[in-house]
């Protein structure tokens, strides 16, 4: 049971960043590519239609894992307390950004949003790739200190950085050298995906260039990759041993290094096979990432206090039980509805017959 | 520190709640406008429809990026109420992301762009699901709050920590029905009061006469209906429930200190907590012992009646919460109930004093609908769950209080521009008006 609470959970989280990723990188491109007004509002857009119904899917994860892994909730909400507030702040940045700008014609306006929109999508990506860096490279679970924790074994609190930026001392900070970096891969990679979606989605006249730029990006996230991986190998040997014992989890890297490889033909490919590709770049770099963990879900960087994983962090067999079959129900209406807004709002946005209704 | 903690919720709920307050309420309002276009094809209910729905779709955005941080907040700041409880409570909020959300948000992106493409009966339909999966988040949310008032179907471990033993309670539980039905009958107050108070801005300002008179009517109709049914017997129901299973905070919100065989209903006084009196008090004999128990001379339990540590933390302020809530309800089942007269005598359009006291009253329906959950929460202390969990055990362990009055502090601060942001877009929607909204 927890083991399949675990693949739902983690099913709704790649979800999110899929689907809200795009988003965040839509706005990523905006800030940095679109200078004509015209594209501005189109790209603008093709994230404003959809932000609100993907986010939801962040809400469903958040209310999954508290129901099925509490424990694990509790340390990692309270411990990763001014990240995670900080996000807070940002995802509403965003969506007023995302909101308002049409509302009113001055240049002023329209610029302060496209700001909040952009600058609150990048730094959104940037932090969410800083979460999964702490996520890989462990807490100070029970902060000890000389050998004593100072709570109980699970909880923690991580100041945003330390003074030494480093990732290898006991008292670790949310920001550090090594978790910069996999915020850098999060960035590219988002920004990536929010390229390919812009060009699959509308007609705006930076689409060709948006297709070199997607290779540019795939280029840089291939040496991030492998760079990040090697100094990880070097700070903890054992990071990849998991993928040794279970020989079929390979099949997780493989579609990953699968997507990366088919994005360096951006200009040749077809739309839907560009989307596609930097979709299963995500999914296979989160997956890599969790399964060279599992079933660990945060690592303890003392060892006295045990890491905290799926089984010791879950709740009784019964209420998992119950929830996995309304989940089950649940999982059903959530395809029926995603098909039927995939059937009414496909193709181009700017080509789309609102009746009259768009703001 | 628990009262950073406890002023951040308390805050953050706060505003949260004056959005979906609206959309429940609305939603059905909006159903109601899109039938009536399908039964008669007269334009003006379509329109109508669309209109609400702009404002629908403004509240909805605010309700979702305000709702996540409530969702949050379990985490961050209540880890320890999170880790004990959480295999229960996470259940129906879990269910409310995963059955509510998805399709309130699906269908309102439908609704919105999809009028030509689904044609009229889906687009209908559309409008539907979106009523029901606001509905639906309401019977979670209530569900959850329930079991905190009264928890049921579980059990506590050795470690302390809380497990559910029968799902099925956490819906049968005897205090969600009531409680839903009292709640959802004061949102359609809320957004009906707000439908009629444009319709009387529309009137007295000579604009888009037509939907000011549409707005209006339908306003005091569904604001007179939801207005009684909040008091009875939905109120009602409530006040019975806290007599059985919480009678401490029941004396506390009536401002009962003594306990009395035929108990007064207080009408007006102000707590006196050092003398344990009512300075000022008007009550009227024996009526609080006859709603109570349907009998004149009925014995109820004041605050005498119960250990220090047993009665609500902040009596004075659970006083007043229901005091105005139970006052303003009264006065608003009083002007609609006038209004409906002067509808059915067809004078309404003409009462400029009843039109200008209907423009202002939508807001005492927010604040009435605010005050009914301040008496809920309040009332609840010292307790998390009822009885068992003492809030000041549930915060997070290792967040100092720096870090929250920062958080705290950040969130007065963008709630405060957000709010600002909220009313100049929803005064450009009302002043674009129904009749010149496609263009």
């Given at each position: 049971?927890?083991?399949?609470?675990?693949?739902?959970?983690?099913?709704?989280?790649?979800?999110?960043?899929i689907l809200?990723?795009?988003?965040?990188?839509?706005?990523?491109?905006?800030?940095?590519m679109?200078?004509?007004?015209?594209?501005?509002?189109?790209?603008?857009?093709?994230?404003g239609?959809f932000?609100?119904a993907?986010?939801?899917?962040?809400?469903?994860?958040?209310?999954?894992?508290?129901?099925?892994?509490?424990?694990?909730?509790?340390?990692?909400f309270?411990?990763f307390?001014?990240?995670?507030?900080?996000?807070?702040?940002?995802?509403?940045?965003?969506?007023?950004?995302?909101?308002l700008?049409?509302?009113?014609?001055?240049?002023m306006?329209?610029?302060?949003?496209?700001?909040?929109f952009?600058?609150s999508?990048?730094?959104?990506?940037?932090f969410?790739?800083?979460?999964?860096?702490?996520?890989v490279?462990?807490?100070?679970?029970?902060e000890?200190v000389?050998?004593?924790?100072?709570?109980?074994?699970?909880?923690f609190?991580l100041?945003?950085?330390?003074?030494?930026?480093?990732?290898?001392?006991?008292?670790?900070?949310?920001?550090?050298w090594?978790?910069?970096i996999?915020?850098?891969?999060?960035?590219?990679?988002?920004?990536?995906?929010?390229?390919?979606?812009?060009?699959?989605?509308?007609?705006?006249?930076?689409?060709?260039?948006?297709?070199?730029t997607?290779?540019?990006?795939?280029?840089?996230?291939?040496?991030?990759?492998?760079?990040?991986?090697?100094?990880?190998?070097?700070?903890?040997?054992n990071?990849?041993?998991?993928?040794g014992?279970?020989?079929?989890?390979?099949?997780?890297?493989?579609?990953?290094?699968?997507?990366?490889?088919?994005?360096?033909?951006?200009k040749?490919?077809?739309?839907?096979?560009?989307?596609l590709?930097t979709?299963?770049?995500?999914?296979g770099?989160?997956?890599?990432t969790l399964?060279?963990?599992?079933?660990?879900?945060?690592p303890s960087?003392?060892?006295?206090?045990?890491s905290?994983t799926?089984?010791n962090t879950?709740a009784?067999?019964?209420?998992?039980?119950?929830?996995?079959?309304?989940a089950?129900?649940?999982?059903?209406?959530?395809?029926?509805?995603?098909?039927?807004?995939?059937r009414?709002?496909g193709?181009?946005i700017?080509?789309?017959?609102?009746?009259g209704?768009?703001? | 520190m628990?009262?950073?903690?406890?002023?951040?919720?308390?805050?953050?709920?706060t505003?949260?709640?004056?959005?979906?307050?609206?959309t429940?309420g609305?939603?059905l309002?909006i159903v109601?406008?899109?039938?009536?276009y399908?039964?008669?094809?007269?334009?003006?209910?379509n329109?109508?429809?669309?209109?609400?729905?702009?404002?629908?779709?403004?509240?909805?955005t605010?309700?979702?990026?305000?709702?996540?941080?409530?969702?949050?907040?379990?985490?961050?700041?209540?880890?320890?109420?999170?880790?004990?409880?959480?295999s229960?409570i996470?259940?129906?909020?879990?269910m409310?992301?995963?059955?509510?959300?998805?399709?309130e948000?699906?269908?309102l992106?439908l609704?919105?762009?999809?009028?030509?493409?689904?044609?009229?009966?889906?687009h209908?339909?559309?409008?539907?699901?979106?009523?029901?999966?606001?509905w639906?988040?309401?019977?979670?949310?209530?569900?959850?709050?329930?079991?905190?008032?009264h928890?049921?179907?579980f059990?506590?471990?050795?470690?302390?920590?809380?497990?559910?033993?029968?799902?099925?309670?956490?819906?049968?539980?005897?205090?969600?029905?009531?409680?839903?039905?009292?709640n959802?009958?004061?949102s359609?107050?809320?957004?009906?009061?707000?439908?009629?108070?444009?319709?009387?801005?529309?009137?007295?300002?000579?604009?888009?006469?037509?939907?000011?008179?549409?707005?209006l009517?339908?306003?005091?109709?569904?604001?007179?209906?939801?207005?009684?049914l909040?008091a009875?017997?939905?109120g009602?129901?409530?006040a019975?429930?806290?007599?059985k299973?919480?009678?401490?905070?029941?004396?506390?919100?009536?401002?009962?200190?003594?306990?009395?065989?035929?108990?007064?209903?207080?009408?007006?006084?102000?707590?006196?907590?050092?003398?344990?009196?009512?300075?000022?008090?008007?009550?009227?004999?024996?009526?609080?012992?006859?709603?109570?128990y349907?009998?004149?001379?009925?014995?109820?339990?004041?605050?005498?009646?119960?250990?220090?540590?047993?009665?609500?933390?902040?009596?004075?302020?659970?006083?007043?919460?229901?005091?105005?809530?139970?006052?303003?309800g009264?006065?608003?089942?009083?002007?609609?109930?006038?209004?409906?007269?002067?509808?059915?005598?067809?004078?309404?359009?003409?009462k400029?004093g009843i039109?200008?006291?209907?423009?202002?009253l939508?807001?005492?329906?927010?604040?009435?609908?605010?005050?009914?959950w301040?008496?809920?929460?309040?009332?609840?202390?010292?307790?998390?769950?009822?009885?068992?969990?003492?809030t000041?055990?549930?915060?997070?362990?290792?967040?100092?209080s720096?870090?929250?009055?920062?958080?705290l502090?950040g969130?007065?601060?963008?709630?405060?521009?957000?709010g600002?942001?909220?009313?100049?877009?929803?005064?450009?929607?009302?002043?674009?008006?129904?009749?010149n909204?496609?263009?």
């Amino acid at each position: 049971m927890e083991l399949y609470w675990y693949l739902i959970i983690v099913f709704f989280l790649a979800m999110f960043f899929i689907l809200d990723g795009y988003n965040f990188g839509v706005g990523i491109i905006h800030l940095f590519m679109a200078k004509k007004e015209n594209d501005k509002v189109v790209v603008a857009k093709s994230a404003g239609l959809f932000w609100d119904a993907n986010e939801v899917w962040l809400v469903a994860a958040g209310g999954m894992l508290f129901m099925a892994f509490p424990i694990l909730y509790a340390s990692a909400f309270s411990g990763f307390y001014l990240p995670l507030i900080i996000v807070l702040w940002l995802i509403i940045f965003r969506a007023i950004g995302l909101e308002l700008r049409d509302h009113f014609k001055y240049q002023m306006w329209k610029d302060i949003w496209d700001v909040s929109f952009g600058v609150s999508s990048l730094l959104l990506a940037l932090f969410f790739g800083i979460a999964l860096g702490n996520v890989v490279r462990g807490v100070n679970l029970g902060e000890v200190v000389d050998g004593v924790s100072k709570h109980e074994p699970h909880y923690f609190f991580l100041p945003l950085w330390n003074d030494s930026f480093s990732p290898i001392v006991q008292s670790v900070g949310v920001i550090d050298w090594f978790t910069i970096i996999i915020g850098l891969i999060s960035v590219v990679t988002l920004a990536m995906h929010g390229a390919a979606w812009i060009i699959l989605k509308t007609n705006s006249s930076i689409n060709e260039k948006l297709k070199n730029t997607v290779l540019k990006l795939d280029i840089i996230l291939i040496i991030l990759t492998v760079f990040s991986v090697i100094v990880w190998l070097i700070v903890n040997p054992n990071a990849l041993d998991n993928f040794g014992n279970k020989l079929y989890l390979i099949i997780l890297p493989l579609v990953y290094f699968t997507g990366l490889i088919g994005l360096l033909f951006s200009k040749k490919i077809t739309d839907k096979q560009r989307i596609l590709f930097t979709t299963i770049v995500i999914f296979g770099g989160i997956a890599s990432t969790l399964a060279s963990m599992f079933p660990v879900v945060l690592p303890s960087t003392n060892n006295i206090n045990p890491s905290l994983t799926i089984y010791n962090t879950a709740a009784t067999e019964y209420g998992l039980s119950v929830a996995s079959i309304w989940a089950i129900i649940a999982i059903i209406l959530i395809v029926v509805y995603a098909i039927a807004q995939k059937r009414f709002l496909g193709g181009k946005i700017d080509d789309m017959d609102y009746g009259g209704d768009a703001h | 520190m628990l009262f950073y903690d406890r002023l951040q919720f308390a805050f953050t709920i706060t505003f949260h709640y004056l959005f979906p307050q609206l959309t429940m309420g609305l939603s059905l309002i909006i159903v109601y406008f899109k039938w009536k276009y399908l039964k008669t094809k007269i334009e003006k209910y379509n329109n109508a429809a669309k209109f609400w729905m702009k404002i629908f779709a403004i509240n909805f955005t605010m309700g979702v990026v305000t709702g996540i941080p409530m969702e949050f907040q379990f985490g961050t700041n209540w880890a320890k109420f999170s880790e004990l409880t959480g295999s229960i409570i996470g259940q129906t909020l879990a269910m409310e992301g995963a059955f509510s959300f998805f399709l309130e948000s699906s269908f309102l992106v439908l609704f919105i762009f999809g009028e030509k493409l689904l044609g009229q009966k889906l687009h209908f339909m559309a409008a539907f699901f979106v009523f029901l999966g606001s509905w639906l988040s309401g019977v979670f949310i209530l569900a959850t709050n329930a079991w905190m008032q009264h928890p049921v179907g579980f059990e506590i471990l050795d470690n302390g920590r809380y497990v559910l033993t029968h799902f099925g309670e956490l819906f049968s539980n005897p205090w969600l029905i009531p409680a839903f039905l009292h709640n959802q009958m004061a949102s359609i107050v809320t957004s009906s009061f707000v439908v009629a108070s444009v319709g009387a801005f529309y009137l007295l300002t000579k604009k888009d006469v037509e939907y000011g008179k549409l707005f209006l009517k339908t306003g005091v109709v569904f604001g007179f209906i939801s207005a009684v049914l909040v008091a009875f017997p939905t109120g009602d129901w409530n006040a019975k429930n806290m007599v059985k299973y919480q009678p401490a905070s029941f004396a506390a919100m009536e401002g009962l200190f003594k306990t009395e065989d035929g108990a007064e209903i207080v009408l007006i006084g102000q707590p006196n907590m050092v003398e344990k009196k009512l300075d000022n008090k008007i009550a009227v004999p024996n009526i609080l012992s006859f709603l109570t128990y349907n009998n004149w001379d009925a014995k109820i339990k004041g605050m005498d009646a119960f250990k220090e540590d047993q009665l609500p933390t902040n009596i004075p302020m659970l006083y007043y919460s229901y005091h105005i809530m139970v006052g303003l309800g009264t006065i608003f089942i009083a002007i609609m109930a006038f209004a409906i007269y002067y509808l059915y005598r067809k004078k309404l359009w003409s009462k400029k004093g009843i039109l200008w006291v209907i423009m202002f009253l939508a807001p005492f329906a927010y604040i009435a609908n605010l005050l009914g959950w301040y008496v809920a929460e309040l009332g609840r202390q010292p307790y998390l769950v009822y009885g068992l969990l003492k809030t000041a055990d549930g915060i997070s362990p290792t967040v100092s209080s720096g870090n929250t009055l920062f958080t705290l502090l950040g969130f007065m601060g963008l709630y405060f521009l957000l709010g600002f942001l909220f009313l100049i877009l929803v005064g450009k929607t009302i002043k674009i008006g129904p009749e010149n909204q496609n263009h």
